[in-house]
């Protein structure tokens, strides 16, 4: 069974950083695209940086690029999520999800996302 397991959310002021984790189990981990997610109350989720396990391409929404940075871990089979510069409209709930074949953005805008966690909550105060 495909785990995905998030963790690492808090509250947090402005300007602030947090690294989220995303543990995953029950697939072979470097075969997979690993996209970071996030949903805000009353809004659409949005795909905010997904990371290609094999050759670690990583790709980031406009709204995070320069702000937050994703990596991965092999040998523990962990995707990682550093945020800085944290902004209020950063508040949401952040999730992890896996693919086999949807790289780069294309994992971001998928319509279903059949493997994932449940999420960790994120909150930036002003």
């Known amino acids: 069974e495909m785990k995905l397991v998030e963790s690492g959310g808090d509250l947090v002021q402005a300007g602030g950083s947090l690294r989220l984790s995303c543990a995953t189990s029950?697939?072979?981990?470097?075969?997979?695209?690993i996209g970071w997610f996030r949903q805000a109350p009353g809004k659409e989720r949005e795909g905010v940086a997904s990371?290609?396990?094999?050759?670690?391409?990583?790709y980031y929404a406009d709204s995070v690029k320069g702000r937050f940075t994703i990596t991965s871990d092999n040998a523990e089979s962990t995707v990682y999520l550093q945020m800085d510069s944290l902004k209020p409209e950063d508040t949401a709930i952040y999730f992890c999800?896996?693919?086999?074949?949807?790289?780069?953005?294309?994992?971001?805008?998928?319509?279903?996302?059949?493997?994932r966690g449940q999420g960790t909550l994120v909150y930036v105060s002003s």
């Open positions: 029950g697939f072979a981990f470097d075969d997979y695209v």
């Open positions: 990371i290609t396990i094999e050759d670690g391409a990583a």
């Open positions: 999800a896996a693919d086999r074949y949807l790289v780069g953005e294309l994992i971001l805008h998928a319509e279903y996302l059949d493997h």
